[in-house]
């Protein structure tokens, strides 16, 4: 893989994506597709994160097999999928839309063999209460700290619903703009100092783009930042996560703890024991975005993983 020596020069992939746009509950979906050569030994459908999109997997799909094949949808609200007509996205959505995506990928026979379901972070939580939900769906679920979130009680209902509320009659606040690609490009390396600077410059063409105004703006639709008025019910979670079926490979990087810092907590250790068929790897010397940080050795525990 080439270092990057030109701060303002971005990353060349060695795979090159298709794009795909299919329509999923009404909504216009863009699906990111690196096909092989041949037949592929494994099709992977990977999930992005909140406040990301599809071709934040580039970096590690460079470094898997030639004859995996991958798609990846940028998520409703996200890339270039349409934006939810609701002021507020629903997480079961999410759900919803990835089974129609599947059946809609298999109609189509872009995918004809078992799927190995790939989630990072909102991804990776989709993913797993998906592969509950449809435990036979799926051959193989990897996910990339989608940890979920703390537990929460009753009594916060009140205040989270008020806060909603005013939130909606507030109305959304626009997204911040740029000056340029180099200024969304430094965004991201604030975000993540590991970060390569290619990288950072090639992900600032597909997270934002310009617009009439000169402006670079994110491609995301500013509803995301609300706060949700459902409560995350841990017990509603770990029922579909004792469902899953298939092995699991759960990813941590060594310095994630700055995001989720109850990861630290017994909780959070009982909580993975709803996952029976689990094996755990931690990626040192990598942050959230682990699959930025660190491509290379992500691949490799993906590779041996999935045999």
Not at 168 to 195: F, I
Request: hydrophobic share 40%.
């Amino acid at each position: 893989m080439n270092a990057n020596p030109n701060p303002f020069k971005p990353y060349e992939p060695l795979r090159k994506a298709e794009e795909v746009q299919v329509s999923i509950r009404g909504l216009s979906y863009c699906i990111r597709h690196w096909p092989v050569k041949g037949r592929a030994r494994f099709q992977i459908l990977m999930l992005h994160g909140w406040m990301d999109v599809s071709a934040s997997f580039q970096f590690l799909i460079d470094y898997l097999p030639d004859d995996v094949e991958v798609f990846s949808p940028d998520w409703r609200g996200y890339g270039h999928s349409s934006h939810s007509p609701s002021d507020t996205y629903w997480f079961a959505d999410y759900l919803a839309d990835l089974d129609r995506l599947i059946a809609e990928l298999r109609s189509q026979r872009l995918i004809t063999g078992p799927i190995q379901l790939l989630g990072h972070s909102m991804g990776g939580n989709v993913a797993c209460l998906y592969a509950g939900i449809r435990p036979d769906a799926i051959a193989s679920l990897i996910n990339l700290e989608g940890v979920g979130m703390p537990a929460t009680e009753a009594n916060q209902a009140p205040a989270r619903y008020r806060q909603w509320l005013d939130e909606l009659a507030k109305g959304s606040s626009p997204m911040k703009s740029y000056a340029d690609r180099e200024a969304v490009a430094q965004r991201l390396q604030q975000n993540n100092p590991r970060l390569r600077a290619d990288y950072a410059a090639f992900l600032a063409t597909h997270w934002a783009a310009p617009a009439q105004d000169g402006r670079w703006h994110l491609l995301a639709d500013p509803s995301h930042k609300g706060i949700h008025p459902v409560l995350y019910r841990v017990d509603e979670v770990l029922a579909c996560w004792r469902e899953i079926k298939v092995p699991v490979l759960w990813v941590c990087s060594e310095h994630m703890n700055a995001w989720h810092a109850f990861v630290k907590t017994e909780a959070y250790k009982a909580r993975l024991d709803s996952i029976a068929r689990r094996r755990d790897v931690l990626i040192r010397d990598a942050g959230h975005m682990l699959h930025h940080d660190q491509p290379q050795a992500l691949a490799l525990a993906m590779t041996e993983f999935l045999g």
